[in-house]
């Protein structure tokens, strides 16, 4: 009997019209994490005959095997921006007041730090019958919206935030998808299109296919460090007219996979762009914590905004992202996110209301882990030096494999890297032998992810192939994570080393 | 002045009024249509207006009533109930594991803590799991549902663990809705119903193909009614899917067997996939009443149906004994689904990440909850069976409170958080309502709000017959303080009706 779902909801192929007009292919590919934790786990199985599914060590994410013999003791996977899933500890304040909230009798203990008890029962009182287990409003409740707005104040140096313009979600992901549902209108004739980055991570460019929406491919330059150009913006926008009504330009600043920091300068172009060609700003800088390159700065799209003074600043659009995710604390797991909506027209923040409480509200313990983000320890309270050597250890670690690991990369024959300026990952360029184009041909897959495939088989190392995310055509990639502790990174690229040289060999 | 933190929070100038609204790129004209047609009363403007009077009391206005009471919305620990405490120690015990060391925490606890740990990434909650959520969590749901269905096998693979059900119901939605003009999706709902179907299928336009629930008969559900509502909506879509919500939400009815053998019987026929919402399998109260799951009365009608009918069964921590709303935890399971679908279905649920580990691990606790030979477990079963206790005394007080007042009609509240009783309305304060652009029992519940300080949510927010006007109030609120509610709708209901004859 013919099932009743015969194909799924209503993807359709716009993207390949967008592709095919700059010869870029696109696959209706299953999505990295997907993929990867089901080759791993594939993989993982092979590896253990004698157990239905393995699990991850608690001490990194690697599988320890038992069975088939293999050149190394175990998988280690840096294909996910997933810092406490690659060995990062969790901060000792944040888990201490998270515990507290959790089960309050921890208030009274007497092993808590005063403030942790302080913070727990202020963060309790906000919240209804004093428990994390109610609802809360549809945009977070409302202490939090005031911290994360101070937050966001203080850190653009004193330009004005409203907590009315918050919204917590479960992740920045969840916040993109439901800003996307508004500005998304397909029409019968026209397809909404969305400027969005060639590399970028996939789950985006999902929800746009999702939503029936267009991919518009902006090229960012590989040889300039991955930088965003104002004339490329301008040509993938007008490559586009007739194909999809573009209607928003997205941005990922740092950025996703490149690790690019965008200078203020270009944030001013990229604005003054979106306000000429009247396009709706999306601005996802989940990464703005970790940016320790040298001459580096975050800036943030709405303190540039502003300090580019009226009328700009009054009336272009943005949404920016944040999450609780990535940064110093990590808390992929907790599901905290939030957008700050600017300069929308208020008709519309009625419907983004109503769209943001379908989902009731963001999940509490998401929620806190913004709250916490927002307002870290200060100098003088008891939780200060250990939250410092904390996040000093973290920085150290980035840092260190901020500069090492694009060098290493960069002195491995067939692989450059373009130097790391934030955010959590590298993005380096395989030059791979034409036999080995060849060969992945026969086998049916694209050359960068057969190249994972085999890393991941023959070395045990899970890394993200650039078809995923982007690339120009005849160019191969891979994404690694760098939130990642040393020991491990240096392990990573010692395989991944081996593993090339290997490689160049076998198809030299 | 932020009043909550007592700090200045810098309020943005107002920036749009003088420069022209119709200028904005995201405009009425320009944002989603469908959109437009979204509503959600539960959170919808009698609930804004219940907030701005909370802001107003604290500003110190007078008003009639010291506080609002928010019986809007089925949140039990919003309303006084307390944590199970077994789970949050668990829970507690994930989220900072240097606690496994301190002895005021049971045995039993930490062993589960330190199960659920070894099963996270880098073992910690923060780590992202798997799309459809921790493997060794979807096996327990299965061990559940397998012992909670008499042995009926249930397969980890076919449950995916959500964000509360409501991520899943919508995700569900989704896979369903295609086709354009007469082949548009259909998919059929009670009338009354739980908001978020309906605003989901306008949202993705699917066509709402509503069925009504027989309020005379209890709020039961006629197949003679489906069979009416299913034939009209073919002449315009192509019904694909049916939603039963049981036990009911707004109506509080536990279906008969009986009747879940006739609905599957009906969806067979009719070929339609069934969305059985199940979040309050374990509210209910009434004598002769019990919960069947949708998915063992199907297996036990055997293979004619039990290998044909699909079906997909959600659940969730948000209600039932614990009530842990804000954790966001759920799940669903599918049965009998096309495995190229179950293929796009998996990649769906990859696009939003993973649900939040927290609410993963509460809800591996409430399907693996202590055992007799625990240490937790007395004290436990106590919790649980005082949470369940009280609910259903308050179901019987509210149906019998609520039927004393002349004018007001209540169902027996067999199961759920909910009454939905219907009011009889004067004429002239339907009238007075449509002066107002308002639905008289959002008059009604406005009014009332005014007068109380009490938050309902009005019937027209879940649907219901042509002329009838009810209220869904919870029967949350702690017993003392519901009891002081229901009077204070007895006094407000006679002076209404006398406002207006």
Known sequence: MENLIASSGEAKRLNSRMANRHSHRHQNRVAVRAHHVQTGMWLAQALEPNRSRSVPSPHNNSWEPQGVRKPYMDVIDVSWGDPHGGGVKPLTFVRQVLAACIYPELVESDKLPVDVKQRAQSLLSACDGGSVGSYTLSGGISYIQCSVSNFISRRDGGVPSSPENIFMTSGSQRSLMLVLKLLVHNQASLPAGVLTAVPTYSSFKMMLQRLGAAVVPYYLDEEQGWAMEVEELRRALQASKGVCNTVALYVINPGNPTGHVQSRKCIEKVIRFAAEERLFLMADEVYQESVFGEGSEFVSYKKVLSEMGPPLSHTVELASFHSASKGFMGECGLRGGYVELVNLDPAIMKYAYTIFSTDICAPVTGQLALELMANPPRPGDPSYPVYTQETQSIRAMLVHNMNWVPEFLNNIPGISCQPMMGGAFVFPRLYLPQAAIEKAKVVGMQPDLWYCKRLLEEAGVCVGPGCEYGQKEGTHHIRLCVMTPVETMEEVLKRLKNFHLHFLKEFS | MCLLHGTECELQKPNMTENGLGNRVLNMDTMNPNVKRVEYAVRGPIVQRALQIEKELKEGVEKPFTEVIKANIGDAHAMGQKPITFLRQVVALCAYPDLLEDDKFPEDAKNRARRILQACGGGSIGAYSASPGIEIIRQDVAKYIEKRDGGIPSNPDSIYLSTGASDAIVTMLKLLTSGEGKNRTGVMISIPQYPLYSAALAELAAVQISYYLDEDKCWSLDVNELRRAVKAAREHCNPRALCIINPGNPTGQVQSRQ???????????????????????????????????????????????????????????????????????????????????????????????????????????????????????????????????????????????????????????????????????????????????????????????????????????????????????????????????????????????????
């Open chain 2, 259 to 501: 009747c879940i053998e006739d609905v599957i019987r009906f969806a067979a026929e009719e070929h339609l996939f069934l969305m059985a919402d199940e979040v309050y399998q374990d509210n209910v109260y009434a004598e002769g009443c019990q919960f069947h799951s949708f998915k063992k009365v199907l297996f036990e009608m055997g293979p004619e149906y039990s290998s044909v009918v699909e079906l997909v069964s959600f659940h969730s921590t948000s209600k039932c004994f614990m009530g842990e709303c804000g954790f966001r935890g759920g799940y669903m399971e599918v049965v009998n689904m096309d495995p190229e679908v179950k293929l796009q279905l998996t990649k769906l649920v990859s696009v939003r990440l993973c649900p939040p580990i927290p609410g993963q691990a509460l809800l591996d606790l409430v399907v693996n909850p202590p055992q007799p030979d625990e240490p937790s477990y007395a004290t436990f079963i106590k919790e649980r069976t005082a949470n369940l206790d009280i609910l259903a005394e308050k179901a019987k007080m509210t149906e019998q409170v609520l039927n004393t007042v002349p004018g007001i009609h209540c169902n027996p509240v067999q199961g759920a958080m909910y009454t939905f009783p219907r009011l009889s309305l004067p004429e002239k304060a339907i009238n007075a309502a449509k002066e107002k652009g308002q639905a008289p029992d959002m008059f009604y519940c406005m009014k009332l709000l005014e007068e109380t300080g009490i938050c309902l949510v009005p019937g027209s927010g879940f649907g219901q017959r042509d002329g009838t006007y009810h209220f869904r109030m919870t029967i949350l609120p702690a017993t003392e303080k519901l009891k002081v509610v229901l009077e204070k709708i007895r006094e407000f209901h006679k002076r209404f009706t006398e406002e207006f004859s």
